[in-house]
């Protein structure tokens, strides 16, 4: 199953143009298998989401983009909203109890932004950033990171021994897709999501959209 499970909408995400319902409709129409509305410190309602899968016959599942001190954390499996800036252990925590799931989102992203060349980072020095510490997986191919940013992720994932995902982080129609997850199984619930994600059975890729 193909999956895009990095997506923004609005309104819980404040900073994304994309209505759920456009972003399902544009993500059938790109082929896709599924989409996961990942919002930033804020979570879908769970009947809300199934209201999403009726109407559009189409997996739609839910998970938190969180802001922690580390950096960006997308959490499957923690269902609540989040005030501030947080540290990753402290999420650690929580996603432990709850026997959910973290993805260090766009781990180099912007790096040139801090005004030195980070992006000259060996893998071995990118791999020493606190947040891989406390996450299971590493977005590997990220929609708004460029090529560069993602191939250091995926050469830390490498080195860590932690598999990579692939999410379009879409805030516009024209993003949803860009980047996907390939799951080597069928996926229809959360749990299932997680428990995917965890095993590994997965690998990230671009994806051609048309
Ligand atoms: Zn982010
Ligand atoms: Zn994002």
Same mark, same amino acid.
């Not at 026997?99 to 020095?125: C, D, W, Y």
């Not at 860009?178 to 994600?197: M, N, P, W």
């Given at each position: 199953?193909?999956i895009d499970?990095?997506?923004h909408t609005?309104?819980?995400?404040a900073d994304?143009?994309?209505?759920?319902?456009?972003?399902i @409709?544009e993500?059938k129409r790109?082929?896709? !298998? *599924?989409?996961c509305?990942?919002e930033?410190n804020?979570s879908?309602?769970?009947?809300d989401?199934? +209201?999403?899968?009726?109407q559009w !016959?189409f997996?739609?599942?839910?998970?938190? #983009?969180?802001?922690?001190i580390e950096g960006?954390v997308?959490?499957? *499996?923690?269902? @609540? !909203?989040? %005030?501030?800036?947080?540290?990753v252990e #402290?999420?650690?925590? +929580?996603?432990?109890?709850?026997?959910?799931v973290?993805?260090?989102?766009?781990?180099?992203? *912007?790096?040139r932004?801090?005004g030195?060349s980070?992006?000259?980072?060996?893998?071995e020095?990118?791999s020493?950033?606190?947040v891989f /510490?406390s996450? !299971?997986?590493? #977005?590997?191919f990220? *929609?708004?990171?460029n %090529? /560069?940013?993602n @191939?250091?992720a995926?050469?830390?994932?490498?080195?860590? =021994?932690?598999?990579?995902t692939?999410?379009?982080d879409?805030h516009?129609?024209? #993003?949803?897709?860009r980047?996907?997850t390939?799951f /080597?199984?069928?996926i229809?619930t959360e749990?299932?999501l997680?428990? %995917?994600?965890?095993?590994?059975?997965?690998? =990230?890729d671009?994806?051609?959209?048309r």
């Amino acid at each position: 199953m193909i999956i895009d499970i990095h997506i923004h909408t609005k309104p819980l995400s404040a900073d994304s143009n994309l209505a759920a319902g456009e972003a399902i @409709r544009e993500a059938k129409r790109l082929g896709l !298998d *599924g989409i996961c509305l990942t919002e930033h410190n804020k979570s879908w309602a769970h009947e809300d989401i199934e +209201a999403l899968r009726s109407q559009w !016959d189409f997996p739609v599942f839910r998970g938190v #983009e969180v802001d922690t001190i580390e950096g960006h954390v997308v959490v499957f *499996g923690l269902y @609540r !909203d989040f %005030e501030g800036v947080i540290r990753v252990e #402290e999420l650690r925590k +929580a996603v432990i109890e709850e026997q959910g799931v973290m993805i260090a989102a766009h781990p180099f992203k *912007g790096f040139r932004a801090f005004g030195f060349s980070e992006l000259n980072l060996t893998p071995e020095q990118g791999s020493k950033r606190p947040v891989f /510490k406390s996450v !299971d997986v590493i #977005e590997g191919f990220n *929609g708004k990171s460029n %090529e /560069k940013e993602n @191939r250091l992720a995926q050469e830390v994932g490498n080195l860590l =021994g932690l598999k990579v995902t692939g999410g379009s982080d879409a805030h516009n129609l024209e #993003e949803v897709g860009r980047c996907v997850t390939i799951f /080597k199984s069928e996926i229809y619930t959360e749990r299932e999501l997680i428990a %995917e994600l965890k095993a590994g059975r997965f690998s =990230g890729d671009y994806y051609q959209r048309r």
